[in-house]
């Protein structure tokens, strides 16, 4: 089953803490996506990456993190530096910059 | 800050009636992408606009594409409990990322 996977679905953060959410896909897809989901916001970038070991910041990097070192994985790092991390995270995926995106499930964030 | 502006925000709808969302950008965009997000779930793709003018249905939803290329909206006629969930417009301003608009939030009264 092709598709994106992202995990874990919900995470809780202690202060000064910095936590990592994964993102997987299957689709051969050469683009992958980091997005925040704030209520009546939309979704924001935060980083997104065109090729394997490239990577640019988006509209709302500071306080992020990540590597794309294999085409299927993008991981996200949120920071210490990130004050206000509460958020749902979306991760995805197009064909090539550009192409419609497909979107994992999604990661809750939340501060303890 | 958002390049693409999504109107209105709240949609509150009698089920059998009509609605329209509308999205606007200050820039020409090269193509734009329609998404539903139903509630506690991610967003999916429903359709995407390139040509100046362009129409698009999909069953009883009509997108539309400004002659300009910077405005955009999707009309759902006879609405359905199924259509309840935040439609998101998302402007290709340049190829590798999307502008999103913040969303219509679609709620039905049976």
């Known amino acids: 089953d092709g598709g994106i996977t992202q995990s874990p679905k919900y995470l809780f953060r202690k202060e000064g803490q910095n936590v990592t959410l994964s993102c997987e896909q299957n689709?051969?897809?050469?683009?992958m996506y980091w997005y925040r989901q704030d209520p009546g916001q939309g979704l924001r970038l935060i980083y997104y990456?065109?090729?394997?070991?490239?990577?640019q910041k988006g509209d709302i990097a500071e306080g992020y993190s990540v590597s794309r070192e294999k085409k299927e994985s993008f991981p996200l790092t949120v920071t210490s530096a990130q004050k206000n991390p509460t958020a749902f995270y979306l991760c995805?995926?197009?064909?090539?910059?550009?192409?419609?995106?497909?979107f994992g499930s999604g990661t809750q964030l939340s501060v303890l | 800050g958002q390049q693409v502006m999504q109107i209105p925000q709240y949609q509150h709808v009698q089920e059998g009636e009509d609605f329209t969302t509308y999205c606007n950008s200050s820039?020409?965009?090269?193509?734009i992408q329609w998404y539903k997000q139903r509630p506690g779930g991610h967003p999916v793709f429903l359709i995407q606009?390139?040509?100046?003018?362009e129409v698009k249905k999909q069953k009883r939803l009509t997108f539309q594409f400004g002659e300009a290329k910077k405005n955009s909206s999707l009309h759902i006629t006879a609405t359905q409990t199924t259509d309840v969930g935040t439609y998101f417009c998302?402007?290709?301003?340049?190829?590798?990322?999307?502008?999103f608009g913040a969303g219509t939030t679609v709620t039905v009264r049976a």
């Open positions: 820039t020409t965009l090269s193509n």
């Open positions: 998302a402007g290709n301003i340049r190829d590798y990322k999307l502008s």
């Open positions: 995805a995926s197009s064909g090539r910059s550009g192409e419609k995106l497909f």
């Open positions: 689709l051969n897809h050469d683009a």
């Open positions: 606009l390139v040509k100046s003018g």
């Open positions: 990456s065109q090729i394997v070991n490239d990577f």
